[in-house]
C-alpha cells in the first residue's frame, strides 16, 4: 500500500489497497511475533486514545505487494488488518441496505440474507457502503502520522 513503514523486521502498510474504499493498516509478520503484537498494539493505543473504533482481522497468506512470475513463491505470512472505522450505530445506512460494514465485509467476506439482494448487489454498491464506515482522507492521514509516530 502506500505510504508503508518498515519497521525492523515488520512491514507496515498504511492503505491496504490505493483503490480500497476503506483506508486502514496491514501488518505483515516478518521476524517476530512479539514485534508484530507490540505494533499492532500500539496502533491500538492510539486509536483507542482518540476514540476510533476499528476492526482488525488476523489471517494467513501470501504476503501483500506484487512478485513477478519469475520470482520463486513467496513463504506463507501471518498478516494484521486494522481498520479505523465510524462508530456503526452512526453510519448513515438507508433502510434498504443489504448489509452493515463491519469486519466480515471489510475483509471481504459479504453476508447477504436473501436471494433479492444477492442477486442486486453490485461491486460498485458494495464499495459504497463500505466507504460509509471509512474515514475522511484527512482524519485518516492524521491518524497515519499519529501511528508513525508511535511505531518510531
Same mark, same amino acid.
Given at each position: 500500500?502506500?505510504?508503508?513503514?518498515?519497521?525492523?523486521?515488520?512491514?507496515?502498510?498504511?492503505?491496504?489497497?490505493?483503490?480500497?474504499?476503506?483506508?486502514? /493498516?496491514? /501488518?505483515? @509478520?516478518?521476524?517476530?511475533?512479539?514485534? @508484530?503484537?507490540?505494533? !499492532?498494539?500500539?496502533? !491500538?493505543? !492510539?486509536?483507542?486514545?482518540?476514540?476510533?473504533?476499528?476492526?482488525?482481522?488476523?489471517?494467513?497468506?501470501?504476503? #501483500?505487494?506484487?512478485?513477478?512470475?519469475? %520470482?520463486?513463491?513467496?513463504?506463507?505470512?501471518?498478516?494484521?488488518? @486494522?481498520?479505523? !472505522?465510524?462508530?456503526?450505530?452512526?453510519?448513515? @445506512?438507508? %433502510?434498504?441496505?443489504? /448489509?452493515?460494514?463491519?469486519? #466480515?465485509?471489510?475483509?471481504?467476506?459479504?453476508?447477504?440474507?436473501?436471494?433479492?439482494?444477492?442477486?442486486?448487489?453490485?461491486? +460498485?454498491?458494495?464499495?459504497?457502503?463500505?466507504? *460509509?464506515?471509512?474515514? +475522511?482522507?484527512?482524519? /485518516?492521514?492524521?491518524? #497515519?502520522?499519529?501511528?508513525?509516530?508511535? *511505531?518510531?
Amino acid at each position: 500500500g502506500d505510504g508503508g513503514a518498515e519497521v525492523s523486521g515488520l512491514d507496515i502498510s498504511s492503505g491496504i489497497n490505493a483503490e480500497y474504499g476503506v483506508p486502514g /493498516f496491514v /501488518f505483515e @509478520l516478518q521476524e517476530s511475533s512479539s514485534l @508484530l503484537v507490540e505494533s !499492532v498494539m500500539k496502533v !491500538v493505543q !492510539v486509536l483507542q486514545e482518540r476514540d476510533i473504533p476499528y476492526d482488525l482481522m488476523i489471517t494467513y497468506g501470501d504476503p #501483500c505487494g506484487d512478485r513477478d512470475a519469475t %520470482e520463486e513463491i513467496p513463504k506463507p505470512v501471518i498478516r494484521v488488518a @486494522l481498520w479505523p !472505522v465510524h462508530p456503526s450505530d452512526e453510519l448513515p @445506512l438507508p %433502510e434498504e441496505t443489504p /448489509f452493515r460494514p463491519a469486519v #466480515c465485509e471489510l475483509s471481504g467476506h459479504i453476508l447477504l440474507h436473501d436471494k433479492a439482494a444477492y442477486d442486486s448487489l453490485t461491486e +460498485e454498491k458494495i464499495l459504497e457502503i463500505l466507504s *460509509l464506515a471509512a474515514l +475522511e482522507k484527512d482524519k /485518516f492521514q492524521e491518524l #497515519c502520522e499519529a501511528v508513525r509516530a508511535a *511505531l518510531d
